[in-house]
Every structure is written in structure tokens, then in C-alpha cells.
T-cell receptor
Framework: DAEITQSPRHKITETGRQVTLACHQT?????MFWYRQDLGHGLRLIHY???????NKGEVSDGYSVSRSNTEDLPLTLESAASSQTSVYFC???????????FGPGTRLLVL | AQSVTQLGSHVSVSEGALVLLRCNYS??????LFWYVQYPNQGLQLLLK??????LVKGINGFEAEFKKSETSFHLTKPSAHMSDAAEYFC??????????????FGSGTQLTVLP
């Protein structure tokens, strides 16, 4: 069955380290999204991509970057992790022109 | 700009009672509206969506929502709560960005507790 996976599921890192969170989908969706979830804020969009080599900033993109070298993967990189980036991160994907997004299981990141 | 307001961050109901979760939106274009559910330690699952067809939308697990343009609301209801409905519920609004692709803006979520 097609799916969307995230790895790792849990990560502890130190302030200042670079961290990369992986997202992989097998639906062949063109659109991919990264969100962070924090209490009281719901989900906020970090970056998104509408296809290979396309990336765009979302509402809370500072300190994060993404790259899209193929259809299946959109890794999220924290250039220099900060305690404010402690959060749960969700990846999602959708078909071109379709509004429904499908979410991965999430990555829980703790920055000490 | 679009936004979503979910009234009540925590809602408690007794098993068998009516579930009502409130969502109001603002959007500069005709919106698409969604309800997602998140069970503990899981990702979000789509419950139902409104995409400008019927204003009363039926979803999975007995949930439904009614789009009311005059009230800018999209409240989620279920006639009889079940223990398995305990979860966090997110309302989201979508508009068109960059052509046909749509982005979602989420509300802050409502945690539903079902009491025995």
C-alpha cells in the first residue's frame, strides 16, 4: 500500500547541531509539506514543494531548509538547532490540484 | 489571508451524548474546509471535507459538518459520542496558491474527552 513515512520518530539533539528529518511518500504526489505542531498553535506550515526542484517558505520557515531532488522525498534540515525548535514535526503530501493532504506519523524532536 | 478559529480547546462529553466542535473561518476566496482527527502519538487523518458541493458533509465514524456561509462556520457534530472518539480535532481552511495547489491553514485544535 502507498504510504508516507517519517524518520526518525524520536530525536534528541543539542543546541547548535544540524539535524535532518526525513519524509518519504510512495503515492507519487507532486505536493509535499512540512508542519510543526505546538500546543495552542495547531499545525503551522514550515516549507512546501510543488514538485522536483521546487521549494517555498511557509509561515515559520526561519532556521529550516528543504530540498526536493526527487518526487518521493522532502527532507527537512534544521541548520543550527535551537531550543525553540523543540516540537512535533509532520510531513504531508497531496496530488497536484487536489486539496486533501495525507500526513505521516510525525517526528518528535527535543533540542537540549 | 485565511484563518481558522476553534472555540474551546477542550471539550468533554458523556458517552452517548451529542458531540459539537466549533469552527469559524475567514477567507478572501470561497474556501475548502476540512476536519482532521489526531489520535495519541499518530498523524492526522481526514474526517471530512467541504469543497463547494453539498453544504452538509458526512465523514467517517459518524461525524458530519455543515458549511454555513452566512455564519462563516463549519461545526463538527456526531449524534452519539463513543469512547473511541477521544482525540484531538483540527479544523482547516484551504485556498489556492501558486496555481491549482492548495495550502492548509489549521486551527489550534480541540481536545475531545469522552466520559464513561
Amino acid at each position: 500500500d502507498a504510504e508516507i513515512t517519517q524518520s526518525p520518530r524520536h530525536k534528541i539533539t543539542e543546541t547548535g547541531r544540524q539535524v535532518t528529518l526525513a519524509c518519504h511518500q510512495t503515492w507519487n504526489h507532486n505536493n509535499m509539506f512540512w508542519y510543526r505542531q505546538d500546543l495552542g498553535h495547531g499545525l503551522r506550515l514550515i516549507h512546501y514543494s510543488y514538485g522536483v526542484q521546487d521549494t517555498n517558505k511557509g509561515e515559520v520557515s526561519d532556521g529550516y531548509s528543504v530540498s526536493r531532488s526527487n518526487t518521493e522525498d522532502l527532507p527537512l534540515t534544521l541548520e543550527s538547532a535551537a531550543s525553540s525548535q523543540t516540537s512535533v514535526y509532520f510531513c504531508a503530501s497531496s496530488e497536484s490540484g487536489q486539496e486533501t493532504q495525507y500526513f505521516g506519523p510525525g517526528t518528535r524532536l527535543l533540542v537540549l | 489571508a485565511q484563518s481558522v478559529t476553534q472555540l474551546g480547546s477542550h471539550v468533554s462529553v458523556s458517552e452517548g451524548a451529542l458531540v459539537l466542535l466549533r469552527c469559524n473561518y475567514s477567507s478572501s476566496v470561497p474556501p475548502y474546509l476540512f476536519w482532521y482527527v489526531q489520535y495519541p502519538n499518530q498523524g492526522l487523518q481526514l474526517l471530512l471535507k467541504y469543497t463547494s458541493a453539498a453544504t452538509l458533509v458526512k465523514g467517517i465514524n459518524g461525524f458530519e459538518a455543515e458549511f454555513k456561509k452566512s455564519e462563516t462556520s463549519f461545526h463538527l457534530t456526531k449524534p452519539s459520542a463513543h469512547m473511541s472518539d477521544a482525540a484531538e480535532y483540527f479544523c482547516a481552511v484551504s485556498d489556492v496558491k501558486g496555481g491549482s495547489a492548495r495550502q492548509l491553514t489549521f486551527g489550534s485544535g480541540t481536545q475531545l474527552t469522552v466520559l464513561p
